[in-house]
């Protein structure tokens, strides 16, 4: 079955640090995937996408995400978290062939501490 | 451009009424989604619109809603006989056929009494 998982359900991380939240999925076709930023009392916004190409993709805000076919994976990564970026980051997932469906991961949530 | 808007955005209703949620999606954007999202949880895909089609439809949780589709744009979700288990954020998205990618409205927050 089709799934994604988040492992992380909640984060700390001090302003100026690094970081890196967790996705790994299960899907039989060929993925695409996504990384959408929710921001308290926002609507959910698209921090970057991976469709094929270059495994490291560049987004919004200063964030990266890679693309490891071999782990399954696609972490979201930030070399200096701002206080602003505390918020629930959301991992999906969905295929060419079923572009109807996009699956969400259940969410990490980021605090940042000053 | 206008991006997704959803109205209302709260809506407070009693156990046993219907209540309708409106969705205006990107204009020219094809593809429309519903989604829900309850209190700490991840979205949970409801129906999918292609047009004023609905291929798929496999994520309404019962009979109780339905969700349609006009003239390629509006859509509205109802939710029939509320019960309480149905307060959630009601999230609506919006894409062109070409890119996948969804745009997002600010949601509907239902609280069920």
């Known amino acids: 079955a089709q799934s994604v998982t988040q492992p992380d359900i909640h984060i700390t991380v001090s302003e100026g640090a690094s970081l890196e939240l967790r996705c790994n999925y299960s899907?039989?076709?060929?993925?695409?995937l996504f990384w959408y930023v929710q921001s308290p009392g926002q609507g959910l916004q698209l921090l970057l996408k991976y469709f094929s190409g270059d495994t490291l993709v560049q987004g919004i805000k200063g964030f990266e995400a890679e693309f490891k076919r071999s782990q399954s994976s696609f972490n979201l990564r930030k070399p200096s978290v701002h206080w602003s970026d505390a918020a629930e980051y959301f991992c999906?997932?969905?295929?060419?062939?079923?572009?109807?469906?996009?699956?969400f991961g259940s969410g990490t949530r980021l605090s940042i501490r000053p | 451009g206008a991006g997704v808007s959803q109205s209302p955005s709260n809506k407070v209703t009693e156990k046993g009424k219907d209540v309708e949620l409106r969705c205006d999606p990107i204009s020219g954007h094809t593809a429309l989604y519903w989604y829900r999202q309850s209190l700490g949880q991840g979205l949970e895909f409801l129906i999918y619109?292609?047009?004023?089609?609905?291929?798929?439809k496999s994520g309404l949780p019962s009979d109780r809603f339905s969700a349609e589709r006009t003239g390629g744009s509006v859509s509205t979700l109802t939710i029939q006989r509320t019960q309480q288990e149905d307060s959630a954020v009601y999230l609506c998205?919006?894409?062109?056929?070409?890119?996948?990618?969804?745009?997002f409205g600010p949601g509907t927050r239902l609280t069920v009494t």
């Open positions: 899907y039989g076709a060929t993925p695409y």
């Open positions: 998205a919006s894409s062109s056929s070409d890119t996948y990618e969804q745009y």
């Open positions: 619109f292609q047009g004023n089609s609905a291929p798929d």
């Open positions: 999906a997932v969905g295929s060419y062939s079923s572009a109807s469906k996009i699956i």
